[in-house]
Nanobody
Framework: VQLQASGGGLVQAGGSLRLSCAAS????????MGWFRQAPGKEREFVAA????????YYADSVKGRFTISRGNAKNTVYLQMNSLEPEDTAVYYC????????????????WGQGTLVTVSS
């Protein structure tokens, strides 16, 4: 399974960005997917996750109500719509895939994308 994240960039506080993660490989539509982020000098942290069907979603408290995770109709693309961005959201964002259930634990994920940088200016 290969994951390609895109959509990062520079945005002002209060603005929006949509990240995309294109997945390829066998049975990729059967994988639960997650978004994580890592700010400079900090550990990688959970942002959001979605089940393989798209029917269940989970969010970190810090982004709940501002970010939305979704899957495309073909289930091989996952999006992260980020609204009301704050400078604290600045980080490299990674998408990840697991053949298990959706999780907020980084070690539960089997495959990782290369990351896309989001910078929010104040």
């Amino acid at each position: 399974v290969q994951l390609q994240a895109s959509g990062g960039g520079l945005v002002q506080a209060g603005g929006s960005l949509r990240l995309s993660c294109a997945a390829s490989g066998r049975q990729v539509s059967s994988y639960a997917m997650g978004w994580f982020r890592q700010a400079p000098g900090k550990e990688r942290e959970f942002v959001a996750a979605i089940s393989w069907s798209g029917g269940s979603t989970y969010y970190a408290d810090s982004v709940k109500g501002r970010f939305t995770i979704s899957r495309g109709n073909a289930k091989n693309t996952v999006y992260l719509q980020m609204n009301s961005l704050e400078p604290e959201d600045t980080a490299v964002y990674y998408c990840a895939a697991t053949f298990g259930v959706q999780s907020w634990v980084t070690t539960d994920y089997d495959y990782w994308g290369q990351g896309t940088l989001v910078t929010v200016s104040s």
